[in-house]
């Protein structure tokens, strides 16, 4: 019997582990495969926090969500322009979407949970890169130009819409949803 607000059993921290790491090898292959630029490239770890989040609940999407931000958060912060306290940014932006898109996916359909889910997220990222990053890294925030924000923001709408459209695939598989419950 579950006990308070949210209660793990050991198949949720089994899940957890399993997704969290699914989603670091995707970022992983993909940021290396889809550079754009230094710091842009097509990152799909969402897959692993979508698919918790939508199938599971939206604690659990969130805490997938913060997990597969490691990757990430070593490419574009610890080795990349934003440095290791900026780029811990995408720890809560990602997590924001897991959250979101999970509590959406209870009232409304995957893809429109997927893409709705991703708002909080793009909206903390633009202003993450256009006015953090003028506090914190002010060196380096000139190089985060208008196009280079949207540049980031419209690979990320990419993303987003195609794993949104992979969820309602996903969502009719009977076999997958069984995996997550």
Not at 88 to 94: T, V
Not at 117 to 126: D, K, L, Q, R, S
Not at 154 to 178: C, D, H, P, S, Y
């Amino acid at each position: 019997m579950r006990k308070g607000f949210f209660h793990l059993r050991s198949k949720d921290i089994a899940l957890l582990a399993l997704m969290g790491a699914l989603g670091n090898i995707i970022a992983a292959i993909t940021t290396y495969v889809g550079t754009i630029h230094p710091q842009i490239a097509f990152d799909f770890s969402h897959l692993a926090t979508l698919l918790v989040a939508v199938f599971r609940d939206p604690i659990m999407g969130a805490i997938v969500g913060a997990m597969i931000s490691l990757e990430p958060f070593y490419r574009f912060g610890v080795t990349g322009w934003l440095g290791p306290i900026v780029g811990l940014s995408f720890i809560p932006g990602k997590a924001m979407t897991g959250y979101t898109a999970g509590i959406l996916a209870r009232r409304t359909r995957p893809v429109l949970a997927v893409l709705l889910g991703y708002v909080p997220e793009c909206i903390f990222t633009y202003i993450t890169l256009k006015y953090i990053t003028m506090l914190l890294i002010p060196t380096v925030a000139p190089f985060f130009t208008d196009v280079v924000i949207f540049t980031i923001l419209t690979k990320a709408w990419i993303e987003i819409v195609l794993l949104g459209f992979l969820m309602e695939i996903i969502a009719r598989n009977k076999a997958i949803k069984q995996l997550f419950s």
